[in-house]
T-cell receptor
Framework: QKEVEQNSGPLSVPEGAIASLNCTYS??????FFWYRQYSGKSPELIMF????GDKEDGRFTAQLNKASQYVSLLIRDSQPSDSATYLC????????????????FGQGTILTVHP | NAGVTQTPKFQVLKTGQSMTLQCAQD?????MYWYRQDPGMGLRLIYY???????DKGEVPNGYNVSRLNKREFSLRLESAAPSQTSVYFC???????????FGQGTRLTVV
């Protein structure tokens, strides 16, 4: 089982729609969760982080975390063609002082295309 | 403030050659990471250093070695390059606790 799994897509949505991106993780003790966006040929850039169960909203983006289900998601409202990119879910390992401490693991990414 | 700097940006190697990818950060971060990115594979962790003086294997460490030279610098060495190591390599750093990672601009490596 991969440590962080995402639907690789591609996910195609029309402009103005809601895009929903999902991620599951295997380390039950993980505390920090991140969503990065990566344009083709560029480095990943942070969109959102979330640490507590529930929803966190930032503009058109909402991150959702459910630690019991080991599930984190990203919703993009009013999707724009400029949102077309690969979205990467990342998780920091737990177990302070142990084998996973500080380990930052990414999923395989979901390719999102927003068409006009 | 340069952030995370990787050198070189591009490199072509012949099979069997060796090289070192350099990474330096000026944000006083404790943790540093090396990833490789292949089409459809996301970012796969090669090695990481949770703090100065420690290094640990990630998901795909075979064929690579690392050195955490000091708090700022974390290098990745390919001792005998193989075509399977053709990839884009990213270095990243982050501070302790619940903090985001910052990435370098990447190194595009081709092994022929």
């Amino acid at each position: 089982q991969k440590e962080v799994e995402q639907n690789s897509g591609p996910l195609s949505v029309p402009e103005g729609a809601i895009a929903s991106l999902n991620c599951t993780y295997s380390d039950r003790g993980s505390q920090s969760f991140f969503w990065y966006r990566q344009y083709s040929g560029k480095s990943p850039e942070l969109i959102m982080f979330i640490y507590s169960n529930g929803d966190k909203e930032d503009g058109r983006f909402t991150a959702q975390l459910n630690k019991a289900s080991q599930y984190v998601s990203l919703l993009i409202r009013d999707s724009q063609p400029s949102d077309s990119a690969t979205y990467l879910c990342a998780v920091v390992g737990s177990n302070a002082g142990g084998t996973s401490y500080g380990k930052l693991t990414f999923g395989q990414g979901t390719i999102l295309t927003v068409h006009p | 403030n340069a952030g995370v700097t990787q050198t070189p940006k591009f490199q072509v190697l012949k099979t069997g050659q060796s090289m070192t990818l350099q990474c330096a950060q000026d944000m006083n971060h404790n943790s540093m990471y090396w990833y490789r990115q292949d089409p459809g594979m996301g970012l796969r962790l090669i090695y990481y250093s949770a703090s100065e003086g420690t290094t640990d294997k990630g998901e795909v460490p075979n064929g690579y070695n690392v050195s955490r030279l000091n708090k700022r610098e974390f290098s990745l060495r390919l001792e005998s390059a193989a075509p399977s190591q053709t990839s884009v390599y990213f270095c990243a750093s982050r501070d302790r606790g619940r903090t985001e990672a910052f990435f370098g601009q990447g190194t595009r490596l081709t092994v022929v």
